[in-house]
């Protein structure tokens, strides 16, 4: 199932994105720890909160745009495209005013925009630390899309950037919001079937090489364990209510050496949890996987497929169907946050969550190169805990 392969920039973009480099100085940043002029108390005037959107890809598009007209707490306020059609175009479909469009060379200019509240970055992994950072000096909280970065050293830098700054940051776990998945946490955390002794989670599909980033190591970090196989890596472990304590790891064969020339095919691995039980994933880029999330307890059983699309969720349990309707993820999790922003609450997906799941990420492919198993107890607690 092609879960976020309509994500990101196009590849013209980013052509035209690099060609500015990454060093660009910041400024503007007379605009840091703007007051939120409309709050008082708990009562919020009918100023939403403003939301702008760095890159233009199928993601931003198909999903975060079309979400933002059917969000409560927040609204499309601007866009960050190096594409002057794109730029136009956007313009006219959401009545964008020429103050609220920037392309990568003005992208600081945002520091003088009070529109802006909200930074979401949605640019190739390699790209997120540089516009968070840029984003925070802005002054401004800021939506990171996952994976939060391609090294734990960069998760680190942004989170210590964001908080300089005294703003707020929150990494695009989307499915957090998802009733489904909330279900989930509900069953596995509180035991509701016994504890859960295995997990099983698969979600991949077949790449054609649409979105050429993606198997770029320089641009994606990695190939499907960073795009498909991350959604694996947090399902365990919010359903587990654990973070394991070790890995181990395979990768599979690359059925085309051309195209995986720089990046796994896919990956195999298993992730221990300190009372024995284990989770057992796949993600791959080489064929198309029904996409699954199954947690097996002493005393019955939890399951999504398919688990991680953006809509058409399905579950079910050892006592049956579990009848929950789907929601437009995307714009549950963006109201989430202006939620949290308003009332000066702490997000469920922190920059720290990002740093975690980087970190695991990384032990995963050191145990796939070395064939070894690598601890993780080192890598903080940082969960979604459901109240009882």
């Not at 760095?54 to 999903?63: E, F, H, I, P, Q």
């Not at 190939?223 to 070790?246: A, H």
């Not at 049956?320 to 997000?347: H, Y």
Request: a positive charge; hydrophobic letters at 40%.
């Amino acid at each position: 199932m092609k879960i976020l392969a309509d994500h990101l920039p196009s590849r013209r973009d980013f052509m035209r994105l690099l060609s500015m480099g990454a060093g660009a100085t910041v400024g503007g940043t007379a605009a840091l720890a703007q007051p939120l002029r409309w709050l008082t108390g708990d009562t919020f005037a009918d100023r939403k909160l403003g939301v702008a959107l760095v890159g233009l890809g199928k993601y931003s598009t198909g999903r975060l745009a079309p979400a933002l007209q059917q969000t409560k707490w927040c609204r499309l306020a601007g866009i960050v495209t190096g594409s002057p059609a794109k730029a136009a175009r956007w313009k006219q479909e959401y009545n964008l005013s020429d103050k609220s469009i920037y392309d990568y060379k003005t992208f600081d200019r945002i520091a003088d925009n009070p529109d802006i509240d909200i930074v979401y970055v949605v640019l190739p992994n390699a790209l997120h630390a540089e516009y968070v950072v840029r984003a925070a000096q802005a002054g401004k909280h800021v939506i990171c899309e996952k994976p939060m970065a391609t090294s734990a050293a960069d998760a680190r830098r942004m989170i210590e950037a964001v908080q300089k700054a005294g703003k707020k940051l929150s990494i695009g776990y989307r499915l957090h919001f998802e009733p489904h998945h909330r279900e989930m946490m509900r069953l596995g955390q509180q035991q509701v079937f016994g504890p859960v002794q295995r997990l099983l989670a698969d979600n991949g599909f077949k790449f054609n090489n649409d979105t050429p980033w993606r198997v770029s190591k320089a641009l994606g970090g990695g190939g499907p364990l960073m795009d498909m196989g991350i959604y694996c890596v947090q399902g365990c472990i919010y359903t587990k209510g654990q973070v394991p304590v070790s890995v181990t790891a395979k990768f599979t064969p690359k059925t085309d050496p051309v195209l995986f020339k720089e990046v796994e095919a896919g990956v195999n691995w298993q992730m221990q949890f300190a009372d024995g039980s284990v989770a057992d994933c796949r993600t791959t880029y080489a064929e198309n996987m029904a996409s699954r999330l199954r947690a097996d307890a002493t005393k019955g059983w939890a399951e999504l497929a398919p688990a991680f699309g953006y809509g058409g969720l399905q579950g079910r349990t050892s006592q049956g169907a579990m009848n929950i309707q789907n929601v437009n993820q995307q714009a549950e999790q963006m109201d989430d946050f202006a939620d949290c922003i308003l009332r000066n609450k702490p997000t469920r997906v922190p920059g720290e969550m990002g740093l975690r799941d980087v970190r695991l990420l990384e032990a995963i492919y050191r145990a796939a190169e070395t064939g070894q198993k690598v601890s993780t107890k080192e890598v903080a607690a940082v969960l979604d805990k459901v109240s009882r």
